[in-house]
C-alpha cells in the first residue's frame, strides 16, 4: 500500500509511535539548538515559529539511523521520512510546514559552511489546493454581536470584544493580547503587536469604539474589582482572559444566536470582516495593512471569497441567475 492510500493513524496510534522513538542524540539537540538560536537573533522569529521549527527537527533526528546524525541526513532519507509523515495522515499543508522547517535549518547549515549541499532541493513540495475560507454572513454577524446580555459586566465585555475583532479583523492572540495602553479611544484607533512582532495601527469604527467606550466605563472596574491588570479585556477574577476561554465564549454565543456552533469559531470573524470590507468597496492593500499581512497573495484569497458571495447573490436573485 502506498503512503497516500494508507490509513490516516488515530491519535492513539500517533501517540504510541511517538513514544516508540529512540531518544533524541545530544549531538541533534545542539545543532537543533544553535539553529533556533540563530533565527531568534536573526530572524527575530517568533517562539510559535521557533517551537513548530524545534518539534519538526526533533522528528527528523528521531527517525535517522543509529549511525546518522541530523546534519549529515540525506535526501533520501528525508524523502523517506516525509512519506512516513504522510502515511501516518500528515495534510498536504502539514508536510508543506514540514518541508518549510527543513529547508530553514539546511540553508542556515550551508550558510555556515557545515554543508556544501542542500538535501532539500531535490524533494518536491506537496500540491495545495486554495480552499476559499468559509465565512459568516451579514445578518449572522449582526445576530452574534446583539447576543451577549449587557446588561451584565461579563455579556457588556464579551460585546465588546465581538465588536472590537469584527470591526478591526484581529487575530485571536492579538485581541486577548491585547493591553489597555493599546488602544486610543480619541483616535480611534488600536496599535497591535503581530506576527513576527510587526506593529500595525488599525482604526476600531464608532460602533466598535462605543463599547469599548461602555466596557471601560461600567464592566472592567467591576471585573477588576480594585485589583491592577494590564490587559484590555479581563475574567471575573481580574486575570486577563485566554484563547481557549474566548473561543468557548464565541461557540456559545453562535448558539444562542442560532448559528450552527461548528460554522462559526473567532477566525471566521476575522474572515467576515475581510470579505465584507471587500463586498462594500475597500481597497485590497488597505485591507493587508490591516490584516496585518506581510505579503498580498495572502490577501487577494478575500477577493475570491467576495466574488463567490456575489455569484451566488446573482444566482439567488437575479430574474435570470
Not at 513540495?125 to 445576530?143: F, I, K, M
Not at 487577494?300 to 451566488?312: G, M, N, P, S
Amino acid at each position: 500500500m502506498s503512503p497516500r492510500s494508507a490509513r490516516p493513524a488515530t491519535p492513539a496510534e500517533r501517540r504510541a509511535l511517538a513514544q516508540a522513538r529512540p531518544p533524541l542524540r545530544d549531538v541533534d539537540a545542539a545543532a537543533i539548538q544553535r539553529f533556533l538560536d540563530a533565527a531568534w537573533a536573526e530572524r527575530g522569529l517568533a517562539m510559535r515559529s521557533l517551537e513548530s521549527y524545534r518539534r519538526d527537527l526533533e522528528g527528523l533526528a528521531r527517525s535517522l539511523p543509529a549511525a546518522s546524525a541530523l546534519e549529515r541526513v540525506t535526501a533520501a532519507e528525508l524523502s523517506e521520512h516525509l512519506a512516513e509523515r504522510m502515511g501516518q495522515g500528515y495534510s498536504p499543508r502539514s508536510a508543506a510546514r514540514l518541508l518549510s522547517a527543513w529547508r530553514a535549518y539546511f540553508g542556515y547549515l550551508r550558510q555556515r559552511g557545515v554543508r556544501e549541499d542542500d538535501p532539500t532541493l531535490g524533494i518536491a513540495p506537496p500540491r495545495l489546493g486554495r480552499p476559499l475560507p468559509r465565512t459568516l454572513s451579514e445578518s449572522q454577524v449582526e445576530a452574534l454581536l446583539q447576543a451577549p446580555d449587557v446588561d451584565t459586566a461579563l455579556g457588556l465585555r464579551d460585546r465588546a470584544m465581538l465588536e472590537l475583532m469584527y470591526a478591526t479583523g484581529l487575530r485571536v492572540s492579538e485581541l486577548v493580547g491585547l493591553a489597555s495602553t493599546q488602544i486610543n479611544l480619541r483616535q480611534g484607533v488600536l496599535r497591535v503587536l503581530g506576527k513576527g512582532s510587526r506593529e500595525r495601527l488599525v482604526p476600531m469604527g464608532e460602533e466598535a469604539q462605543h463599547w469599548i467606550e461602555r466596557y471601560l466605563a461600567d464592566a472592567r472596574p467591576a471585573l477588576l474589582g480594585g485589583r491592577r491588570g494590564e490587559a484590555l479585556f479581563v475574567t471575573g477574577r481580574g486575570a486577563a482572559l485566554g484563547r481557549q476561554q474566548f473561543w468557548t465564549l464565541v461557540k456559545r454565543y453562535a448558539g444562542k444566536a442560532g448559528i450552527d456552533a461548528a460554522q462559526v469559531s473567532p477566525h471566521k470573524l476575522r474572515h467576515a470582516f475581510a470579505t465584507h470590507l471587500l463586498n462594500h468597496g475597500a481597497d485590497l492593500r488597505a485591507l493587508q495593512m490591516m490584516l496585518g499581512h506581510s505579503s498580498l497573495s495572502t490577501t487577494q484569497i478575500y477577493t475570491l471569497v467576495a466574488r463567490e458571495t456575489l455569484k451566488r447573490l446573482h444566482a439567488q436573485h437575479h430574474p435570470r441567475g
